[in-house]
Structures are given as C-alpha cells and as structure tokens.
C-alpha cells in the first residue's frame, strides 16, 4: 500500500480502511515514516462514529441497563420484576438483532436466542 501511495499525485487523497484499531495504528506509523501525508487511516468504525456521532447530538454509550430500559419505552405491568424482565428480553433481542444480517428486526425470532426454560415461557406469552 505504502508503495501504491507513493506512486500517486501528492495532492490525490487515499484513504486506507485498517481492520481495527492496531492494524490502524500500525499503518498510521508506516505511512507517516514514508512521508505520505496524503493518506488518511480509518477503521470502518472511525469513519462511522466520525460520520454520525460527531456531528450530530447523539451520544455513544455502551449499553443501557434494564431499568434505563423500563424508563426509555414505558413498560409498566404493575410488577416491577416483571417489567424488568420484559426490558432485559428487549435489550437481548436489540443485541441479536444488531450482532445478525438481518435487515428489519421483523425478519429475526426471538425465541431462537432463547435457551432458558423459564425464559421461553415468558416470551411465549409476552411476545
């Protein structure tokens, strides 16, 4: 790569998508050692939190609690055991659905990530 920069017109841009931060970090030195400055090293994650994140009012956090959850979207049941229940099934299924290749969350089934016997019982009669 470091020779492919080189061989470009100093004012082209490139930008260089490392797999993670090491790979980024490592590649940022390399290419700052050839005197290239015309190339930007990102990972896919950089680009995305620089993309949505810094411009905008959102907030990274990394993760919300089950009480946060009961708060955020109102569960209410009248058994406070119970409505923590229900906003740890959400915070799993959000999880699922966001680690999958699914595109709506109308394509994935709870029920498959669910192990527990209790636990499909609830589903079962809350889903």
């Known amino acids: 790569m470091i020779e492919y920069a080189k061989s470009r017109p100093v004012a082209s841009r490139i930008l260089y998508l490392a797999f ?3 790979v980024k970090t490592e590649a940022q030195q390399k290419f700052v050692t050839a005197g290239l400055q015309n190339v930007k090293v990102e990972t ?4 995305a939190f620089d993309y949505v994140i810094k411009h905008s009012q959102y907030k990274v956090i990394q993760g919300y609690k089950s009480y946060e959850w009961v708060d955020m979207l109102g569960i ?4 406070k055991h119970t409505d923590y229940i229900i906003a740890n099934h959400v915070n799993r299924f959000i999880s699922y659905f966001c680690n ?8 994935l089934q709870n029920q498959e990530v ?3 016997s209790k636990a499909k019982t609830f589903v079962q009669n809350f889903y």
């Open 20 to 22: 993670n931060k090491t």
């Open 100 to 107: 999958s290749n699914a595109r709506k969350v109308q394509e």
């Open 114 to 116: 669910i192990t527990e």
């Open 76 to 79: 209410n049941t009248g058994e």
């Open 44 to 47: 896919a994650h950089s680009l």
